[in-house]
């Protein structure tokens, strides 16, 4: 369900990676020594005694499209890297945060943090990462206070986007537009804000600035439509999640919506089982997926990512990008759908 080929991804996100990780460590770094460790523990670096352990962190999309940005408009890379620092710092913010409030105990196949270092560390954490982020950027080489405006007004629009999905959970009445509306300031706001920060650390065009916005925008909701997917037919060896994850919390993802939706009888035994008292069973969380994808939630949910993948790509015609920059674009824009289920 792709229009690009991802298979360049991988080396992109390396390259990115070996760019960015100096500077994001030596961030993280900055913290009170009980903030740092509980951080580079959610990052992936270190264990909960705070011995480094192999791995390389995450998959650094977002470091990425900074950097990428930056290059799309003729920058140096190097100038894009406070941009790519800033916006893993907020995007790791918005992890700490929502493994507590979804009540998620593992991320990345071990305990989350707040799991490991309790919830008062935890927010903490992540508090501080967040003004890490506003740091890194007004001490950087380029348009500092312009990067940082564009991070904050995306920081706010992901804020609004998690009130909104929690606000989903006590509703049965939730439309596939408004989970997409959702999704577009809980995960797209972020994304936008990585795909244009760099052009905008290297003072580019306004109009140039906001067609990459719009670019990381649609990516973002393509991003999490499969994140919807994947959130419950995943496999727990992938995803490092538990089986069924979003069913078990019952959260109204665009799969489930589309199928409460629907209108076909399916529709009617979801929702029963949605207000029924007490924990799902394995059975019930196994009828409820085959419910969902009998409504067709699943195949509207992979339809929506196509087509928000198109209209990303569609943001990029016409900026004069480099070839293998736009090249590299696409690849990241075709992963994010393209993950493994």
């Known amino acids: 369900m792709t229009v690009a080929d991802s298979s360049l991804a991988p080396v992109v996100l390396d390259r990115a990676r070996e760019a960015t990780q100096p500077a994001l460590r030596a961030a993280v770094a900055r913290l009170e020594p009980p903030l740092a460790k509980v951080s580079a523990y ?77 919830p008062g560390l935890a927010v903490l954490a992540g508090d501080g990462l967040l003004v890490l982020a506003e740091q890194v950027l007004m001490e950087s080489a380029g348009q500092g206070a312009r990067a940082a405006k564009l991070l904050t007004d995306a920081t706010a629009a992901l804020i609004d986007g998690q009130s909104q999905d929690l606000s989903f959970e006590t509703r049965m009445d939730v439309t596939v537009d408004e989970c997409l509306a959702m999704a577009g300031n809980k995960t797209g706001a972020l994304l936008a804000a990585a795909s244009a920060i760099g052009a905008a650390l290297a003072g580019t065009d306004q109009t140039v600035v906001d067609k990459l916005y719009g670019f990381g925008h649609n990516l973002g909701i ?61 059975s019930q969380l196994d009828a409820a997926a085959r419910l969902i994808e ?36 696409a690849a990241l824009a075709a992963f994010t759908t393209t993950r493994e289920l």
């Open 42 to 118: 959610h990052m992936g670096w270190v264990d909960v005694q705070g011995r480094p352990v192999p791995g390389n962190g995450g998959k650094a999309l977002r470091p990425a499209l900074a950097l990428l940005s930056a290059e799309a408009v003729g920058a140096p890379v190097e100038l894009g890297v406070p941009g790519a620092v800033g916006v893993e710092l907020v995007h790791n913010f918005s992890l700490l945060h929502d493994d507590l409030m979804d009540g998620d105990e593992e991320r990345r196949h071990r305990p989350t943090a707040w799991k490991a270092f309790g």
């Open 294 to 329: 009998d409504a067709g939630g699943r195949e509207r949910t992979e339809a929506e990512a196509q087509r928000h993948l198109e209209l990303a790509l569609g943001c990029l015609d016409g900026l004069g990008i480099p070839e293998v920059t736009r090249t590299d674009l």
């Open 222 to 282: 393509a991003f999490q439509a499969v994140d919807d997917l994947l959130g419950i037919w995943g496999r727990p060896e992938v995803t490092g999640k538990s089986a069924w994850n979003d069913l078990r919390q019952r959260k109204k993802s665009v799969p489930v919506v589309a199928a409460l939706n629907s209108g076909h009888a399916e529709a009617g035994r979801l929702a029963e089982l949605y207000v029924s008292p007490g924990e799902l069973t394995e």
